[in-house]
């Protein structure tokens, strides 16, 4: 199983709304990302969680939070978006931060109204 | 000067070319060089890494690194409709320890290979 799950596949939100978008993985991957990607741009990365540890914080603003509840599951945790928030938000994992193969989900397309 | 630069195409070849994807890139401590292919709407696929300079074929795919020059290639041989995606670059240096991970994407080719 080489695959990295990520629910709901589609979400529109209002400006006032607090939701979550959800990853997965069982490849036993210690290192979880999340990437932001707006169309026609490369993806932008988030966050980093390394054995389950906020690793690396890309000065995002406080209205999105991520979470790892176990080495399986990411969460990013959604509160009083901005319309410019929408993108495409994909999660990644890797075997540990070092290792250079990360799979990554088909990602959650989230439209901010 | 953008640290990764990838030309966005798009690019449109027949099927059965040889199609040449190339980035350049400005920062010398880069070490891992990565190609994504990315099908419109989804996630990107690891199709390929290298380290440091040199040549990795996979299949009709091959990457070349030549880091004297800063520059990368991807080849695709006999090319297929099923390869019309984003193809995009990314790179990295020497992993040094927690929270020094750090992926520099190229902004991506769109490829269309015509039937």
């Known amino acids: 199983d080489t695959e990295v799950t990520q629910t709901p596949k589609h979400l529109v939100m209002g400006m006032t709304n607090k939701k979550s978008l959800k990853c997965e993985q069982h490849m036993g991957h210690r290192a979880m990302y999340w990437y932001k990607q707006k169309a026609k741009k490369p993806p932008e990365l988030m966050f980093v969680y390394s054995y389950e540890k906020l690793s690396i914080n890309e000065s995002v603003p406080s209205r999105f939070s991520p979470e790892c509840p176990n080495s399986s599951l990411l969460n990013l945790h959604l509160h009083a978006l901005q319309p410019e928030d929408s993108a495409l938000y994909l999660c990644?994992?890797?075997?540990?931060?070092?290792?250079?193969?990360?799979?990554f989900g088909q990602g959650t397309r989230l439209t901010v109204v | 000067q953008k640290e990764v630069e990838q030309d966005p195409g798009p690019l449109s070849v027949p099927e059965g070319a040889i199609v040449s994807l190339n980035c350049t890139y400005s920062?010398?401590?880069?070490?891992?060089f990565m190609w994504y292919r990315q099908y419109s709407r989804k996630g990107p696929e690891l199709l390929m890494y290298?380290?440091?300079?040199g040549n990795k074929e996979d299949g009709r795919f091959t990457a070349q690194v030549d880091k004297s020059s800063k520059y990368i290639s991807l080849f695709i041989r006999d090319s297929q409709p099923s390869d019309s995606a984003t193809y995009l670059c990314?790179?990295?240096?020497?992993?040094?320890?927690?929270?020094?991970?750090?992926?520099?994407f190229g902004k991506g080719t769109k490829l269309s290979v015509i039937p």
């Open positions: 920062n010398s401590a880069f070490q891992y």
């Open positions: 290298t380290y440091s300079s």
């Open positions: 990314a790179m990295r240096d020497l992993y040094s320890g927690a929270g020094s991970y750090q992926l520099t």
């Open positions: 990644a994992s890797s075997q540990d931060e070092a290792r250079n193969e990360a799979f």
